[in-house]
């Protein structure tokens, strides 16, 4: 991970249901955080975030489906992320457009409550670089998701290739550029 000129530990309040902040903390890039969403319930986690800046996390969950809704400071919804089933994490990530306050609210699609983790894993400027812009959109491929390569040809040379997340989830296999596929 880059180093960044925003401090990746960044001031959150959790909130359960509609009950004001209950406990405040760090939610701090790669530490997660265990607790238990209840039936009905939604977890809310506000982040003060600067303009130009990239945020990426990820929800696990084992006995309850969720959603996780991300909010600008303007209300407006910024993303969506919600796949039926709990055999992967649910994986959120955005550009923030205007300073100010985030909204990430983790829900249970099926009204079922459970345990959960809720992990940044990335919290880091937007990046200027190709290399830095193609790493910030694979944000989605983690080592325990299916992969991908990503190469890019400039005049008929190679200029970039770069690996993301598994080629093989069972036996937690890495995806290289060197990984057969039936497509590359």
């Given at each position: ?78 993303q969506r992320a919600s796949r039926l ?86 036996y937690g296999i890495p995806f290289t ?8």
């Open positions: 991970m880059r180093a960044s000129s925003v401090s990746t530990a960044i001031l959150v309040f959790l909130c359960a249901g509609d009950v004001a902040a209950q406990q405040a903390g760090h939610l701090q890039v790669g530490q997660p955080v265990t607790t238990v969403l209840a039936a009905g319930d939604t977890l809310r986690y506000e982040l003060d975030l600067p303009d130009g800046h990239f945020v990426a996390g990820r929800v696990e969950q084992d006995v309850v489906d969720v959603a996780v809704t991300v909010t600008g400071p303007d209300g407006e919804r910024v089933g709990r055999d992967a994490p649910e994986i959120f990530a955005f550009t923030t457009r205007a300073a100010g306050r985030y909204r990430i609210d983790v829900a249970p699609v099926n009204g079922a409550g459970g345990p959960v983790r809720v992990q940044l894993t990335r919290s880091e400027p937007v990046a200027s670089t190709p290399e830095g812009k193609v790493d910030q959109a694979a944000a989605y491929l983690a080592e325990d998701t299916p992969g991908a390569v990503v190469g890019v040809i400039r005049n008929g040379e190679l200029v970039f290739v770069k690996a993301y997340g598994a080629a093989n989830l069972t550029p060197e990984t057969p596929t039936n497509i590359g």
